[in-house]
């Protein structure tokens, strides 16, 4: 297996999972495939460096983040004039991908973080680094808060998630995924990762979060988005939908489980509409869903999403 093949062998299994995860090492195979390519032609080299991010592409696909730090990493190389130059594009844009990357999320913690007061209840879903942050961040700095995280079936996400506030010592409470709508009524403000938002500011993150923002909404709790740009779909402002993944089947009942006639149908996301969403956190700063639709026309202008 090459490289290339087991990154994406290991985000098809989930070993590396989170759609700011799934980017960066997405990003670093394609600079990783750059640094060790052993031919020396151009063409080759432009032609194989595209058969490599098609197999990491598909391996999953609903986050656009993949997407994003695939073709951040190919930048400028259909204009370069030799294999070294091309070669050497690659490998630097997979490093200043991955840096970027790493600096939103620390940048959203300190933004969304000042959402927060002391003595907040937050809930939140699944087991996303950006929402986490924000949270870590608001109990580094003394604010008094309680969590309550979903279990995230079938993957159980949020075991991830209780363990990691648990170890910042935060008060974290894990709860249900059914138990979303009565917990709710003692919540303040929720925070969700998200794997694509879409040009209408729709929020596609994992399976169930809709059903907090439906929650939210009844229950009048801000619902707030914690998103890298990258994390913005190019493709939806020209009509495309975000492709939701189906998964296994296993990983919602064991073998034998039940009968041989018994459909299972297993969406792993969902799509939240721009209405129920109240702010996204990014590292430019907070913004409605309203404003995503500017900033991404604004990233093509400065070729942001742009192999050229
Ligand atoms: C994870 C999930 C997370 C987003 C954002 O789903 O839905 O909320 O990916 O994560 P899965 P992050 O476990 O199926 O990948 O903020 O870490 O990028």
New binding site residues.
Partial sequence: MTPVEDTAQKIRS?EI?????IARAGASAMGDFADSYTGASLEDFVRDLSEAADVLLASRPT?V?LWNGVHATMRGVDGASSFEEARALVSGNAKDFCTRSEMAVEEIARIGARRIQDGDVIMTH??????LGVIKEAHRQGKDIKVYATESRP?R?GILTVNDLADAGVDITLIIDSAVRSVMKRTDKVF????TITSQGALV??VGTSHLALAAHEARVNFYV?AETYKFSPMTLFGDTVTIEEREISEVVRPGEVRDNVKIFNP?FDSTPAAYIDAIVTELGMMGPGAVYGVMVKQLGDGIFNRE
């Fill in positions: 989930m999972r989170g759609a700011g995860r986050a983040s699944c087991n996303s680094s950006a929402a993957w996400q969700v990762g998200a794997d993150n994992k914690c792993v």
